[in-house]
Each structure stands twice: as structure tokens, then as C-alpha cells.
């Protein structure tokens, strides 16, 4: 028996058994099990090695076959409960705390798994399940099954590369134009600098150009000073009425000497300036650092956010394809769906036609036999008169008639009885036309 290809296997796995095939005794392979369920609760079980298509084997436990199988084994559970005993014992073997092997026959053409559990003393065995191998037809059916599984992911696989390809291409777009936004923001932030490092060495230029010139001519003023103080000197010895002349230069020098003196405190404020304006230099030079190292900061961030919205893309594009394929199959079954109820509606229209039809006919019967039973009222009642009017003799001829008028009342009900069952069956045609429809619906 072959497996429905629609049916979703309740257990699909991958199970280790010790097979016996009469030559390698004790040999564990591992072998695919795999159960299904059909539309009126038989179990399909399936026993193969994917890697040998001739270990394929196949049993279908069903309500008919159940009671057998229990009687032999000794079962204290009904076929209801066997689906959940067995995926159970499955479970268990997965998880290696039951044992299963497979005992093969000679010809290799059936086998028998078994269930059991280890004790000290022997192998209790809990369960045995007889299997045949499977039809060439069946295996063929499987193979075809798993080309076009094959084929169909071979497609979708194809389609999404496509659409990751495209969308790669675009991302990689969306790449290049951050990276020359980059480059453009580290270029401007370049030249900034750089007019920024022009406007400060200019500014210190200016500022030692400023001071060396002050320096000069204070420096030429003190010589001058120095001069005039050695003429004084010499003066002094030589003429002590210039006194009160030296006395005046003296002053006139004190006097030039306070100016000079608040010129050298005007270049010191002009240096605590040029001092802050360094220092002002330095902090936006370290606050441009600190802003470069948060924008590096941040297009690191937004290639992290970049990397997050191609995966989002990608996931929705997936879903997105899905969602079109439930779409289209809704919509071819919602077509077939409404040819159906077209072609059901046709036929009962006519079927209708036929019962009404029929039904007229059995109204006609049944006024022909009302007429008939009371024809037949009337022959009893004549009967009887005749009865109390003629003796015995005449009586016998008027019961062979009697007995002929209730033939004839039997024929009639029989009439009757078929016409009721064509009625019946004509129901049953029709009911029976919906449930074949509906299936293919």
C-alpha cells in the first residue's frame, strides 16, 4: 500500500537498530522510521536506509488488522490508544531507553522490528511489528516525491539568490555612497584643519613680529639710555655746572622710562593674549578631535544599522514570497472552488427536475391505489351482503375473488415499496454527487 503523498508524517526520524539478516548478526545501522496517518485512522509505517533504495519496508495497521496483531502479542490496549504507544516507544528508543532491532527473513522480502528492554535474566519483548517490502511502484512514487521536492527548492533557492543578488547590488550602492560621504566629510575636515593651522602660525608670526619689534626699539632705547648716562658721567667729572641739566635729563629719562616701562607691560598683556588664544587653539583643536572620534563612532554605528536593514530586508523578502504563493494558491482554489459550485448547481437543477417528476408520478400511484382500496371497501362490503343473501357454494366463488382482489392489493403496495425505494436512491444519488464533488473541492 502506498503512502499518501498529501499527508504530513506524525515521525520522521532517524532511529539506531540492531538488524539480523541472517549473515552479520548484531550489525546497527542507522534507518529512517516513519509514520503516517491516513483519513480513516490506519497507521502507514515505513522502514528504509537512505543510503540503500533495496532496505524499504512498509506495514498498515488498521482497525481490521489491530485485533489479530493484539491476540497474538498479547496486547492490553485497543487500536485507539496504539498511535500514542507507539510514537512514545519511539521517543524512548531516541532517547535510548527502549531497544529496537529489525530481524530480516532470507529472501529479504519481510521483516520484523521489535521492541524490547534489557533485564538480568532475558529481553522482554514489549512490541512486534510484521512488515513487507515495499512495491516497486511505491518506490518510484517516492522518488518522484523527493525529485520534485528537489526541483521546487532548487527554484525557490534560485529565486531568493536573485533577489539577494539584486538587493547585495544595491546595498553595495548604498556602500559606495556612504564611503564617498565619508571621504567628502574627511576631506572638508582636512581643510578645515589645515586653514585652521594657517590661521594660527599666521597669528604667531604676527605676534613674534610684534614683539621682536617692541623689543628692538626698547632694546635702542636702553643703549641710548646708556650712552646719555656715560656722556652724564663724563660730564659730571668734567663739568659740574651741568648738573642741573643732567638733573632735567635725568628726569626727562625717568619719565621716558615709566613710558617704556608701561610699553613692556602692554606686550606682556599682548602675550597673556596670545598665550589664551593658544590655549583656545588647543581646546577646538582637541574638541575637533573628539567630534572626528564620535563621527567615526557613528558610521561605525551606521554600518552596524546598515547590516541590520539588509537581514530585516531579507527576512521580509522572504515573507513577502511566501505570502504571494498562499495568495496565488487561495486564489486557484477559490477558482476551483467556484467551478465546482457551478457544475454542482447544474447538476441539481436537473436532479431537482428528475424528483419532481418522480414525485408526481408516486401521487399518481397513490391516488390509483386510494381508488383501489376503495373499490376494494366496496367489493368487502358487497361480500358480505352477498353472503347474508346466498348459501355456502356461492360463497367459496366470491372468496376466489376475494383472494384475486387481494393479489392485486399486494401488487399495488409493492408498486408502492419500489417506487418509495427509487425515490430513496434517487437521494442517495444526488447526496452522493456532493460528496464526490467535495473532495475535489
Known amino acids: 500500500m502506498s503512502f499518501p503523498r498529501d499527508n504530513k508524517p506524525i515521525h520522521n526520524k532517524q532511529h539506531i537498530l540492531e538488524v539480523d539478516d541472517g549473515g552479520s548478526f548484531g550489525q546497527t545501522r542507522s534507518l529512517n522510521i516513519v509514520v503516517k496517518k491516513d483519513c480513516d485512522g490506519s497507521l502507514l509505517i515505513k522502514l528504509r536506509d537512505e543510503n540503500t533504495l533495496l532496505f524499504n519496508y512498509t506495514t498498515v495497521i488498521h482497525k481490521n488488522n489491530f485485533p489479530v496483531m493484539k491476540k497474538e502479542q498479547s496486547l492490553d490496549i485497543d487500536f485507539d490508544e496504539f498511535e500514542q504507544h507507539l510514537l512514545e516507544m519511539l521517543l524512548l528508543n531516541l532517547s535510548k531507553e527502549m531497544l529496537m532491532k529489525c530481524e530480516v527473513n532470507s529472501d529479504g522480502t519481510k521483516c520484523r522490528v521489535?521492541?524490547?528492554?534489557?533485564?538480568?535474566?532475558?529481553?522482554?519483548?514489549?512490541?512486534?511489528?510484521?512488515?513487507?517490502?515495499?512495491?516497486?511502484?511505491?518506490?518510484?512514487?517516492?522518488?518522484?516525491?523527493?525529485?520534485?521536492?528537489?526541483?521546487d527548492t532548487n527554484r525557490s533557492l534560485?529565486?531568493?539568490?536573485?533577489?539577494?543578488?539584486?538587493?547585495?547590488?544595491?546595498?553595495?550602492?548604498?556602500?559606495?555612497?556612504?564611503?564617498?560621504?565619508?571621504?567628502?566629510?574627511?576631506?572638508?575636515?582636512?581643510?578645515?584643519?589645515?586653514?585652521?593651522?594657517?590661521?594660527?602660525?599666521?597669528?604667531?608670526r604676527q605676534c613674534e613680529s610684534l614683539l621682536t619689534e617692541k623689543v628692538m626699539e626698547v632694546s635702542s632705547k636702553m643703549v641710548k639710555v646708556i650712552s646719555d648716562i656715560k656722556i652724564i658721567r663724563n660730564e659730571n667729572h668734567l663739568k659740574s655746572e651741568s648738573n642741573s641739566r643732567l638733573l632735567e635729563r635725568i628726569k626727562k629719562m625717568g619719565i621716558d622710562n615709566l613710558e617704556?616701562?608701561?610699553?613692556?607691560?602692554?606686550?606682556?598683556?599682548?602675550?597673556?593674549?596670545?598665550?589664551?588664544?593658544?590655549?583656545?587653539?588647543?581646546?577646538?583643536?582637541?574638541?575637533?578631535?573628539?567630534?572626528?572620534?564620535?563621527?567615526?563612532?557613528?558610521?561605525?554605528?551606521?554600518?552596524?544599522?546598515?547590516?541590520?536593514?539588509?537581514?530585516?530586508?531579507?527576512?521580509?523578502?522572504?515573507?513577502?514570497?511566501?505570502?504571494?504563493?498562499?495568495?496565488?494558491?487561495l486564489k486557484e482554489d477559490m477558482e476551483q472552488a467556484n467551478q465546482v459550485i457551478r457544475n454542482y448547481n447544474k447538476h441539481y437543477d436537473s436532479k431537482a427536475q428528475e424528483v419532481e417528476e418522480l414525485m408526481e408520478v408516486i401521487k399518481s400511484k397513490d391516488e390509483l391505489i386510494k381508488e383501489q382500496i376503495f373499490q376494494n371497501n366496496q367489493l368487502f362490503k358487497e361480500f358480505h351482503e352477498y353472503k347474508m343473501k346466498f348459501n355456502n357454494e356461492e360463497t367459496e366463488k366470491v372468496m376466489v375473488e376475494l383472494t384475486m382482489a387481494q393479489e392485486k392489493l399486494k401488487t399495488i403496495e409493492k408498486e408502492k415499496r419500489e417506487m418509495v425505494k427509487l425515490n430513496g436512491l434517487l437521494t442517495k444519488k444526488i447526496s452522493a454527487t456532493t460528496f464526490f464533488q467535495d473532495p475535489k473541492n
Do not use: P, W
Open 158 to 204: 534560485s529565486k531568493q539568490i536573485i533577489n539577494l543578488s539584486d538587493k547585495l547590488t544595491l546595498k553595495d550602492k548604498q556602500i559606495t555612497e556612504n564611503i564617498n560621504y565619508i571621504n567628502e566629510l574627511e576631506h572638508k575636515f582636512r581643510q578645515d584643519m589645515q586653514t585652521v593651522n594657517k590661521v594660527f602660525f599666521y597669528c604667531l
Open 260 to 329: 617704556n616701562i608701561s610699553v613692556i607691560d602692554k606686550l606682556k598683556l599682548n602675550c597673556a593674549s596670545l598665550e589664551k588664544l593658544n590655549k583656545d587653539l588647543e581646546r577646538d583643536i582637541f574638541h575637533l578631535t573628539t567630534i572626528n572620534k564620535d563621527n567615526d563612532k557613528k558610521i561605525f554605528d551606521l554600518e552596524k544599522k546598515i547590516v541590520e536593514y539588509s537581514n530585516d530586508l531579507e527576512n521580509s523578502a522572504i515573507a513577502i514570497v511566501k505570502k504571494t504563493e498562499e495568495y496565488n494558491e
Open 114 to 151: 521489535i521492541f524490547y528492554e534489557k533485564s538480568k535474566i532475558k529481553n522482554l519483548i514489549l512490541l512486534s511489528v510484521e512488515m513487507a517490502i515495499t512495491s516497486q511502484k511505491d518506490l518510484f512514487s517516492e522518488m518522484e516525491t523527493n525529485i520534485k521536492q528537489l526541483q
